[in-house]
């Protein structure tokens, strides 16, 4: 079992960044893509970003390409979405989540939330005008 714990949410003013960190327990994920979704109030949960193992694929989606980045430590566990340019409509509680597959090697295959086995319990952030 993989336990996933967000961190590093708050609230911010619009402009304004973030940096969040997802740690990884229970076992190593450094096999497994990882992707960052999010879900506004009354809103759909949506995919941010995701990233394959070795980090050689990354997918954005276009509301937030250019702003975020995606990254990976694997000697960590851990996975990371840094916020730039914040925007209200940005606001939203983020998630972490792992894939079961090894070694996936395109970031396109885990856009949907169903390729997803692990999730974190998700981080609030507020991005106010």
């Known amino acids: 079992q993989v336990q996933l714990v967000e961190s590093g949410g708050g609230l911010v003013q619009a402009g304004g960044s973030l940096g969040l960190s997802c740690a990884a327990s229970g076992r190593t994920v450094s096999r497994n893509a990882m992707g960052w979704f999010r879900q506004a109030p009354g809103k759909e949960r949506q995919i941010v970003a995701v990233i394959t193992w070795s980090g050689g694929s990354i997918y954005y989606a276009d509301s937030v390409k250019g702003r975020f980045t995606i990254s990976r430590d694997n000697a960590k566990n851990a996975v990371y979405l840094q916020m730039n340019s914040l925007d209200p409509e940005d606001t939203a509680v983020y998630y972490c989540?792992?894939?079961?597959?090894?070694?996936?090697?395109?970031?396109?295959?885990?856009?949907?939330?169903?390729?997803?086995?692990?999730w974190g319990q998700g981080t609030q952030v507020t991005v106010s005008s």
């Open positions: 989540a792992a894939t079961q597959d090894a070694y996936g090697s395109r970031s396109y295959n885990y856009l949907e939330s169903g390729r997803y086995h692990y």
